[in-house]
């Protein structure tokens, strides 16, 4: 009964990852790939370690421990994509309206300019 | 005070995954795991731990239950919201990044805050400056600070400021 629940609930965790990939084939920039990429596989890894869990229970605490840190280190890694990503976002092409973060760097956007006036 | 308070949230943090690991108990086991978390804690190896930030008590404690329980069923909404803009035959997005204040002064609740943001339904954190965060907003629903804010942070934020504001 356990065995099956269990596999159930990593079926489910499958699912989500199934959906992220097709997200990721779908969205047109990276930033929207990155939205279906993070929270799906955060939800997909979590539900998959957890059925693991309960087909065997004495796996579980184990299981969600690794749960637990996927749950913090996945939006941090995603934050540093992101982040990375909107210093390329010229040459990613990505449409943002509005962009708050571009708009509140001119000092970052004006700054090479006035080094080359300087030069 | 405060360092002596993180080297103890320090050592239960690292004694207990050792519990958690180790899980069929055995006594001897539990001591030299408590014996070795205890080294790690006393060593200066975490000079400034962030765990300081967390407050103890009855309250911060309730509060970071249902903090938990916030963020899972927002982390189910988020795949579920993914699951619908996935799959739905026109793509319905407009995204854009947006601006929102956060009244978190630790940077410990600012990390949690962030990387609730990011797991919450169409929202990812891009940057954090100060008190501003950047979030990049799958369909832009409020484009000013004020109502972004009201949207997307306030929902965690009123149990962040209890637990470690």
């Known amino acids: 009964m356990a065995e099956i629940l269990g596999a159930c609930i990593s079926l489910v965790g499958a699912v989500f990852f199934l959906l992220s990939a097709i997200g990721l084939l779908r969205m047109p920039d990276a930033f929207t790939r990155m939205q279906t990429g993070t929270k799906a596989t955060t939800l997909g890894s979590i539900l998959f370690l957890i059925g693991i869990g309960v087909m065997r229970p004495d796996y579980l605490g184990r299981t969600v421990l690794l749960a637990g840190f996927i749950a913090l280190t996945n939006p941090v890694s995603s934050n540093a994509l992101a982040r990375a990503a909107h210093g390329f976002r010229k040459r990613l092409g990505a449409r943002l309206e509005p962009d708050a973060l571009a708009a509140d760097e001119p000092i970052a956007a004006s700054a090479p300019q006035e080094a080359e006036h300087g030069d | ?165």
């Open chain 2, 1 to 165: 005070m405060k360092a002596l308070k993180a080297r103890f949230l320090v050592f239960l943090a690292l004694w207990g995954a050792w519990l958690v690991l180790t899980a069929p108990w055995s006594g001897e086991e539990a001591i030299a795991g408590a014996a070795a978390a205890l080294l790690v804690a006393v060593l200066p190896f975490f000079p400034a731990s962030p765990l300081c930030d967390l407050r103890l008590g009855p309250k911060p404690l309730a509060y970071s239950v249902a903090f938990g329980f916030v963020f899972l069923k927002a982390l189910v909404l988020s795949n579920l919201d993914v699951a619908f803009r996935v799959l739905h035959p026109r793509l319905p997005i407009a995204p854009g990044i947006v601006k929102v204040k956060t009244a978190l002064k630790t940077p410990l609740g600012r990390l949690l805050l962030a990387n609730a943001i990011t797991l919450t339904p169409g929202t990812i954190t891009v940057e954090t400056r100060g008190e501003d965060l950047y979030i990049h907003w799958i369909k832009v629903a409020a484009a000013d600070p004020e109502g972004a804010t009201e949207a997307i942070v306030s929902q965690f934020e009123k149990y962040l400021e209890v637990i470690c504001g």
